[in-house]
């Protein structure tokens, strides 16, 4: 069973909702950025999602670009990114990792050889913003041979009409988008959200993680009632920033993503993975 | 594969060939859609195009005229060498440049699908002039993003387009350049997609907008072939445009593509030379990729990180190229070259001088490419250059460039 499905359910049995958070690969550097990777399963991450820095994050707010640009300037490529994932598994091996981003990356390292890198680095999932189910074929023909997941993303426009589009095919969980922008910025209502997410949970058994938006263990605690997992981002990455070269500021992650962690539910223990 | 014509591209996903798609998040993927359904109804309905060919003609100013260029032809001429060129005025456009052609197109487009806002990027500020423009005329709010850098050398334009009634973004992030007032667009359009659309100034983006920008652009190539059968009785020999994203070299270039005998050439912003890191010629220095919605050629580094592009003119200065062209490219039919920042400014003020038309360092780019072979063809060559746009808002910058103080 892949470390996802069986993440979430733990996660169901165990009546928790998933935390996933996201950080970028090489920010604030390369050493740091792994050692708040590490940290963030005993801090609370159930699944951990990563950026691979892109010049050009068209689906991003300021936060997340500037992070991405962080990263590139400490040095980061594709290389070091699954490095990183390595060196993370070296003593994690039940944690879900997803590597996010864009299409570019992928296509200059050579897809066929990323799917086979990413799987033996021990990636599980992608989510790649910039191919939309009808331009993910070149992809997914690695990514399927390689077991690896290709996360699709549902928004506020995939009206009903599209909805079967997008879940042909799709494995692992959904990301809900939760409002029409960029990362970042403000969060959902919850109301207007709720009769899509209904729609979905019809035609899918997927779990559906909800995304955008959420910053606070408020904002968690009350998005988590309408899926599987919430997905917080620019918040964490607003506290990697501050870390300094020494790992100053490494406490205020933890306990950031501790606190998202602690109002989604009790932890199982590692053993039950 | 063999192909039976270069015309009937993109296929129903929108790719020519590996090139084009629609690499969008999934939040605009409904709206490129729907952008695609309603362009495939608009392009049939003659209604449509009636309302476009009456601005066309009376608000444009179209037909531009074919120009034969009897200086500049003479001035090129060597011993019994020396092609016969001839400029399509595409400078004498209402706002100064081919731009408002695909503007009055899309502008029409937005208001058929009850869009009630018009977003657009802009490089050398004529694709954001003529969209203000536009949108003035048809009372649509419309906000421009323009990169930092161009804010500064362009300021004729951002005053222009204040002026029209725009709003103009200064756009800081990344390189502060073209693409990164294209990532931005994308930013606001993926936040307001339920009221807004967007104006791509280029070739480029998800299908349907490169089929689509070169169909409204087509009207160059069409008056060009119908000109010069009234004047020559004849098609072309060759034909040269500049090209950033490609939008003016590709609406001259379409209505020939099955014309065997008619060569093509697209000329890229060489800059300090495509031997050095400074330049925009995607074609000869870049590889295939994927950025703002398409797949096509773009300069990048090993590791698939775009790079800046450069060049004296702010419209070439574009790190990637319409995806038609990319597979023109591919397939031989269309020659691409370069020329250098300094090969252009030499070219702007030589066609100033000769022919009295100050032309926009765009175009300044294929008459340097002009330059070059217009002495090797023979007298009888028929050779037509796109004008593409007037060089008004370029003085400062050339000014500059020659250490003028204005």
Redesign the interface.
Known sequence: MSRIKKTFEVLKASGRKALVTFTMAGDPSIENSLAVLKNLPEAGADLIEIGMP?????????TI?HAGQRA?KAGA???TTLQIVRDFRVDNNHTPIILMG????????GLEGFAKDAKEAGVDGLII????P??DQDLRKFTDAQGIDMI????????AD?LPV?LEGASGFLYY?SI???TG?AKADLNALKPHIDLIKAQSDLPIAIGFGIKTPNDAQEMSALGDAVVVGSSIVEKVKDIGENGDGMGDVTSLVRSLSDVLGPRPDEGAY | MTVNSYKNQPDERGHFGQYGGRYVAETLMPLVLSVEKAWNEAKVDPAFWAQFDDLAKNYIGRPSPLYFAEKTTKHFTNGDMGAKIYFKRDELNHTGAHKINHCIGQVLLAMRMGKTRIIAETGAGQHGVATATVCALFDLPCTIFMGAKDVERQSPNVFRMKLLGAEVVSVTSGSASLKDSMNEAMRDWVTNVHDTYYLIGTVGGPHPFPAMVRDFQSIIGKETKEQMMEREGRLPDTLIAAIGGGSNAMGLFHPFLDDADVHMIGVEAGGMGVDTDLHAASLEGGKPGVLHGMQTYFLQNDDGQIQEAHSISAGLDYPGIGPEHAWLFDRKRVEYVSVTDKEALDAFQLCSKLEGIIPALEPAHALAHVAKIAGTLPKDHILVMNLCGRGDKDIFTVADKLGVKI
């Not at chain 1, 699709?152 to 426009?157: A, V």
Request: aromatic share 10%; proline share 9%; glycine share 4%.
């Open positions: 892109f010049t050009d994050p068209a689906a991003d707010g300021l670009q590139l490529t594709m290389k864009y299409a570019n990356p992928l296509y200059a390292y913003v910039d191919l939309p009808e331009e699709r993303l549902i928004t506020p426009t995939t009206d599209r997008v988008v029409t922008g960029v910025t």
